[in-house]
C-alpha cells in the first residue's frame, strides 16, 4: 500500500513558476513509476508526464514540453514537478500518482493518487 501527499500548489501569475512535491509512504518507492495528471473545472483527467522508477526515463505532454521537469529522490520517496512560464491554461488540481513497474499515461492504470493540489495562473 502506497499513500501520496502532494503539495506547493497555489496562485501565480502567468510567466511564474511553482514546485509541486508529492511524498509517498511505504518502502520500495524506487518499485513504482511516478506520474502527474491534472483535473480542470469541467474537463476530464488528462496526463502531464510519468517518471520511470528509476528516474532515468520520463514522458511529458505535448502542451508541457520545456516547461515542465519532473523529478524524483527515491532516498526521500517523493516526486517532483518543476512548473516554469505557467499559463492560465495551466489552472488545474494536480495529482500525483503511483504504480508498480512500468508506468503508463492512462490514468485508470494508476493504483495510488494523491488528493491533489490545486494551481492557480493568473494574467
Known amino acids: 500500500q502506497v499513500q501520496l501527499v502532494e503539495s506547493g500548489g497555489g496562485l501565480v501569475q502567468a510567466g511564474g513558476s511553482l514546485r509541486l512535491a508529492c511524498a509517498a509512504s511505504?518502502?520500495?518507492?524506487?518499485?513504482?513509476?511516478m506520474a502527474w495528471f491534472r483535473q480542470a473545472p469541467g474537463k476530464e483527467r488528462e496526463f502531464v508526464t510519468h517518471i520511470s522508477g528509476s528516474g532515468d526515463s520520463t514522458y511529458y505532454a505535448d502542451f508541457v514540453k520545456g516547461r515542465f521537469t519532473i523529478s524524483r529522490d527515491n532516498a526521500k520517496n517523493t516526486a517532483y514537478l518543476q512548473m516554469n512560464s505557467l499559463k492560465t491554461e495551466d489552472t488545474a488540481v494536480y495529482y500525483c500518482?503511483?504504480?508498480?513497474?512500468?508506468?503508463?499515461?492512462?490514468?485508470?492504470?494508476?493504483?495510488?493518487w494523491g488528493q491533489g493540489t490545486q494551481v492557480t495562473v493568473s494574467s
Open positions: 500518482a503511483a504504480r508498480p513497474g512500468y508506468y503508463s499515461r492512462t490514468y485508470p492504470n494508476y493504483n495510488y
Open positions: 511505504g518502502r520500495t518507492f524506487s518499485y513504482y513509476a
